[in-house]
């Protein structure tokens, strides 16, 4: 299974909403509706942000939003903070019974 | 308070095999539906999904990695114990373990454990 790919990078100014990508297959994103994103901080560990595509665990701020089309899944960051500013990793459960992550996006704020 | 944990050595050499232990806290791996796994993170690289146990014993694997990777649980003693064998240098990594909840995602995770392989 390859990685699901996502933009290297993607930058928004304070206020400002900005969507990262990842694009998958049927085989993956495209089959399933068992997406989710995290968000790591430099030095931490992963922090889950969206499960199940759209849904956010309790204490994540509602600024996050997932949405899926197709193949492709978005992790929506609106009203944008500099506390949001770390890299974002999406993954998705496969055909395969086992999961894959995506290539990873760093987020800066400007 | 869900914690998890992970230990293990910090330096194997090449061609050794890597035994790793998550020993968590706050849930029970015999609750239906539930799941622990591993994943890794190259330094400056993106995570990769290893492998996960569920409460029902199955386990599934990374298709890459399959024929060197070994997970088991212990739930009396509340560990997951990931074996990957014959370690190369690629394999440096920091190697986290997450609580699978019962949705398809890894809602908790541990601190990570940094792993150099290298002669």
């Known amino acids: 299974q390859s990685a699901l790919t996502q933009p290297a990078s993607v930058s928004g100014s304070p206020g400002q909403s900005i969507t990262i990508s990842c694009t998958g297959t049927s085989s993956d994103v495209g089959g399933y509706n068992y997406v989710s994103w995290y968000q790591q901080h430099p030095g931490k560990a992963p922090k889950l942000m969206i499960y199940d595509v759209s849904n956010r665990p309790s204490g994540v701020s509602n600024r996050f939003s997932g949405s899926k089309s197709g193949n492709t899944a978005s992790l929506t960051i609106s009203g944008l903070q500099a506390e949001d500013e770390a890299d974002y990793y999406c993954?998705?459960?496969?055909?395969?019974?086992?999961?894959?992550f995506g290539t990873g996006t760093k987020v800066t704020v400007l | 308070q869900i914690t998890l944990k992970e230990s293990g050595p910090t330096l194997v050499k090449p061609t050794q095999t890597l035994t790793l232990t998550c020993t968590f806290s706050g849930f029970s791996l015999t609750t239906s539906g539930v799941g622990v796994g591993w994943i890794r993170q190259p330094p400056g690289k993106a995570l990769e999904w290893l492998a996960v146990i569920y409460w029902d014993d199955d386990e599934r694997y990374s298709p890459s990695l399959k024929s060197r990777l070994t997970i088991t649980k212990d739930t009396s003693k509340n560990q997951v114990v990931l074996t990957m064998t014959n370690m190369d240098p690629v394999d440096t990594a920091t190697y986290y373990c997450?609580?699978?909840?019962?949705?398809?995602?890894?809602?908790?995770w541990g601190q990570g454990t940094m792993v150099t392989v290298s002669s």
């Open positions: 997450a609580r699978r909840m019962v949705t398809d995602a890894f809602d908790i």
């Open positions: 993954s998705s459960y496969t055909s395969g019974s086992t999961y894959v």
